[in-house]
């Protein structure tokens, strides 16, 4: 349930317009960092972009917009400004002391959001060594006191400072983690050697697709599903039979853009699950403006762990909720393009390219093409299954010949 704004905290953001980044996709990605700030509990205020050639390497924009910034919260009391970039650890002293404020990037903010979402030990114990190595770069802006240290008589130090003894501290506990990780690694990796040879199928998607809405509706499971990004972030498997066939599904963290590399290092045991999959269900939301971004992103992800490959089925979900532009009968000037498509016509246009017995096109919440779904899977699942267990060749003609 999302909180009254009066209990959220006051956010701006700020992002640039670029050569390689132009106007609408800069305002796509603050679309999204406002729903981020939101899911944070965060509320927007007003967002700043700026057009440049590349982001300023001291200060991410130019001065004048930052003074711009400097005098939008000094007169709306905003605490928080969000950049959608990862910012180096000058940028972000450097902006810090010109706008005197709380100031996160892209990464700091999921990274928050991850912290808050994690139950398990395994998921807090990922997010803490993604956080720790995230901070240990930017210890300094925390001991601004200790920056202008003086020397001289009655003035050396004994020893290590302040921030140096944080910094080994932190790269410490990175080391434990690291090991903590790894003795965990272990143990998950007997498991699934213990689940023995049954076929595993793995929902992957961009996050808040309803991936776990699927689930819960496939498994009859009680996995938690909200409309918030990285509602999910400890991996859930569960056992389903579709028809005569049992195989593990599993429901993993959904994938945005800009994804943090420390997260994709400290997820790697959880995307090990999607590694070891036999067949993907590439879960999309079709009533996302911009559900084409978040396929290419998603086979970019899938692409990095050498996933792309894998047999996939490509469920488009939220078919209730798709809506289309409709162009006026009196209006001759716009262009009938993409956004005016129904949804019977934007099945024949790009997407014909997929095999119509890999494409389903459902609503998890409305239980809409369900059974259309778990035929597909079946099928699928089968296929695989024949390969692995060829001896249980009757079973299948006797129930086929049932159905």
């Known amino acids: 349930m999302i909180e009254s704004e009066n209990s959220l905290e006051k956010v701006i953001l700020v992002g640039v317009i670029t050569q390689h980044q132009n106007e609408e996709k800069a305002n796509e990605y603050l679309d999204e960092l406002a729903f981020l700030a939101l899911t944070s509990g965060g509320v927007v205020i007003k967002r700043f972009t700026q057009k440049m050639t590349l982001p300023n390497t001291k200060t991410y924009i130019g001065t004048g917009k930052l003074e711009e910034i400097e005098n939008y919260i000094i007169t709306h009391q905003i605490s928080t400004v969000i950049f959608d970039d990862e910012l180096s650890p000058s940028q972000l002293r450097n902006i810090e002391k010109v706008l005197d404020c709380k100031v996160l990037d892209r990464t700091n903010l999921i990274l928050d959001i991850f912290a808050q979402r994690a139950q398990t030990s395994y998921a807090k114990t990922q997010v803490e060594l993604a956080q720790c190595q995230y901070l240990l770069p930017r210890l300094t802006r925390l001991w601004t006191h200790l920056d202008k240290q003086k020397g001289g008589i009655g003035m050396r130090g004994p020893g290590e400072t302040e921030i140096e003894t944080d910094r080994r501290i932190i790269r410490e506990k990175i080391t434990l983690l690291r ?24 929902l992957v998607g961009y996050t808040n697709v309803g991936k776990s809405t699927l689930m819960n509706v496939v498994s009859k ?18 056992k389903v039979v579709v028809k005569n066939i049992p195989f593990l599904l599993t429901d993993t963290v959904g994938f945005i853009r800009k994804l943090p590399t420390q997260l994709v290092e400290s997820f ?5 699950e999607v590694r070891e999959a036999d067949l ?42 798709y809506t289309h532009k409709i162009i006026a009968k009196d209006d001759l000037e716009t262009e009938k393009t993409e956004v005016h498509f129904t949804l019977k016509e934007l099945k024949k246009s790009w997407m014909n390219k997929f095999d119509e017995n890999f494409t389903i096109f459902i609503s998890a919440i409305n239980k809409e093409n369900i059974e259309e779904f778990k035929t ?14 060829p001896y249980h060749d009757y079973l299948y003609q006797e129930y086929d010949e049932l159905i």
């Open 179 to 202: 090991k903590k990780l790894a003795t965990i690694d272990k143990q998950m990796a007997i498991q699934r050697k213990n689940r023995g040879k049954m076929v595993r199928v793995a």
């Open 268 to 272: 790697k045991s959880t995307l090990d």
């Open 376 to 389: 597909k899977t079946y099928q699928a699942v089968k296929k695989i299954h024949k390969t692995r267990f």
């Open 221 to 238: 499971s009680a996995v938690f599903a909200e409309n918030k990004l990285f509602a999910t972030l400890d991996t859930t498997v569960r």
């Open 280 to 321: 993907l269900l590439h879960v999309v939301d079709i009533s996302h403006k911009n559900f084409e971004d978040h396929i290419t992103s998603v086979n970019t992800i899938l692409t990095e762990i050498k996933c792309i490959n894998k047999p996939t089925l490509m469920i488009f979900n939220k078919i209730d909720a």
